[in-house]
């Protein structure tokens, strides 16, 4: 589903709207499709676009659907995705972007600028993000649902080891290489 507003925010009508035309559907399919019990619990923060009342606004057939929300102020400690793996993607995603204009800048005749007006594009960008995706180890996933689940993470999975040189290292590395004045942040 595709849907858009001139601030680019999803608003409480684009998310009644995505509930009720793609999650429901897509959840009911697949519990049917998987003989599970026709039953769901949908559990929103309190963004903007979630409505307090939305159980109102769910389609008759998409009862089946509950929403609990969480109290104020406990999203960053709750959801898996705060505890690190947004911080590490972020990481991955920069150090990839580096090691992309080291290559560019070291095999053209071009600079950083011109690289930046000229040859970065959305397609770039996205190959730049799968890469980066890529590199988020399951380690780092498991640790976050670790804190939130314990019992949900298998200890072995939990052991893996991580990389030697840590990547903000790679990073200032590379951005050094580049003639950027470019610190670890600790």
Not at 40 to 64: Q, R, T, V
Not at 136 to 161: C, Q
Request: negative net charge.
């Amino acid at each position: 589903m595709w849907r858009s507003n001139p601030k680019a925010w999803v608003t409480r009508k684009l998310f009644v709207e995505w509930v009720n035309l793609v999650f429901g559907p897509t959840v009911k399919k697949y519990l049917q499709e998987n003989n599970l019990p026709v039953q769901a619990l949908l559990i929103l923060d309190n963004a903007p676009a979630h409505p307090p009342n939305l159980e109102d606004d769910i389609l008759e057939e998409l009862k089946f659907i509950k929403v609990l929300y969480l109290p104020p102020n406990t999203t960053p400690i709750l959801q898996p995705m705060d505890q690190q793996v947004i911080s590490n993607f972020k990481k991955l995603y920069t150090k990839h972007l580096f090691q992309r204009c080291f290559e560019v800048t070291e095999s053209t005749n071009l600079t950083l600028r011109e690289f930046w007006k000229d040859h970065f594009n959305i397609a770039i960008c996205l190959q730049i993000i799968d890469q980066a995706w890529l590199g988020v180890t399951t380690k780092t996933l498991t640790s976050a649902w670790k804190k939130l689940w314990p019992e949900a993470v298998a200890e072995r999975i939990y052991e893996e080891l991580e990389p030697g040189v840590s990547v903000e290292e790679e990073i200032v590395s590379l951005g050094k290489s580049m003639g950027l004045e470019v610190e670890r942040e600790t």
